[in-house]
């Protein structure tokens, strides 16, 4: 939880600085990543060795456009060249729903989803949400909640006094559950 407030804490601070040391903090982000891919991504391995791409020179977002972009269809083909194997077994694993046709499916490390909860929780403060406010969302796909897992996804969303109510169900009887 201490991560999560520094997270929040830097989001917070952040945002109000000037735009070229905004885009400076990106720049160097940018190039950490791209060296951590270099150094324990398999896929980008390969990429970048096929494009001659060295991650430690980049000095500017446009030294990336020799890359092609990362594609649903290649994460679904490259999946597990995807990831960085000594973190592998910590990973949190997602999917899509499918209802544009396939579900996608995807996994991120406990870092990215600090950094992503800070960002949930700033971007809620714009609109006059702080944490522990009791907060509806109307979310796709829900999260299957039974075993120790579901229990503790049920707890944390009482703690943090969140309702999450399927969207996936459009029916007259659905959406009157949904409104009470």
Same mark, same amino acid.
């Given at each position: ?12 601070? =952040?945002? +109000?600085?000037?735009? /070229? ?7 160097? %982000? ?12 398999? @896929? @980008?391995?390969?990429?970048?060795? /096929?494009?001659?791409?060295?991650? @430690? ?19 679904? %083909? ?13 990973? &949190? ?18 870092? =990215? ?7 949930? +929780?700033?971007? @809620? ?13 109307? +979310? ?10 579901? +229990?503790? &996804? ?13 969207? &996936?169900?459009?029916?007259?009887? =659905? ?6």
């Amino acid at each position: 939880m201490r991560r999560l407030f520094e997270t929040l804490d830097f989001l917070e601070r =952040s945002q +109000w600085e000037p735009r /070229k040391t905004v885009e400076a903090f990106q720049l160097m %982000e940018l190039r950490r990543l791209l060296v951590h891919a270099q150094n324990h991504i398999p @896929y @980008y391995q390969k990429l970048f060795a /096929k494009h001659g791409f060295d991650p @430690y020179r980049i000095e500017s977002v446009r030294d990336i456009e020799c890359l092609p972009p990362l594609t649903k269809e290649i994460v679904r %083909e490259h999946r597990h060249e995807l990831v960085d194997k000594r973190t592998a077994k910590t990973h &949190i694993h997602k999917a899509t729903s499918g209802s544009s046709g396939q579900p996608f499916e995807f996994e991120y490390d406990r870092g =990215s989803e600090v950094f992503r909860q800070a960002m949930k +929780w700033r971007t @809620y403060g714009w609109a006059g949400y702080r944490p522990g406010t009791r907060a509806l969302h109307y +979310w796709g796909m829900p999260v299957p909640l039974a075993g120790l897992n579901g +229990w503790k &996804i049920r707890l944390d969303r009482a703690l943090r006094r969140e309702l999450y109510v399927d969207c &996936i169900a459009q029916d007259e009887a =659905s959406l009157l559950r949904a409104v009470d």
